[in-house]
């Protein structure tokens, strides 16, 4: 049997799962604000041990509207720093 739980308190978020995906059992989500705005989140993943098996930072940036039109992320120990950029067409 397979089933998810989740817990959501201010700004942290677990995810805890009794099927554990290949890489994680455990996921925390760390949400970073500016004026009231999701600027950032940190995903961190960990096996059934607690070891931490992936771990990604991603901050996002806004227009003057609010809309995502990027994405800068690192994952553990600085390596793939990535930068995605978004286009909204009217």
């Known amino acids: 049997m397979f089933f998810e739980i ?7 978020e ?3 799962t009794t ?7 455990f996921i925390h989500w760390h949400y970073i604000l500016a ?10 993943a960990a ?7 992936a771990d990604t930072l991603r901050f996002f940036v806004h227009d003057e509207v609010g809309s995502v039109i990027a994405t800068v992320t690192e ?11 978004y286009s909204y067409d009217a």
């Open 19 to 25: 099927q554990p995906t290949p890489k994680a059992h």
């Open 14 to 16: 677990q995810k805890i």
């Open 75 to 85: 994952s553990l120990g600085g390596a793939n720093q990535a930068l995605a950029l």
């Open 35 to 44: 004026g009231g705005t999701r600027v950032g989140v940190e995903t961190i």
């Open 47 to 53: 096996d059934s041990g607690g070891t931490i098996t």
């Open 6 to 12: 989740t817990f959501s308190k201010a700004l942290v």
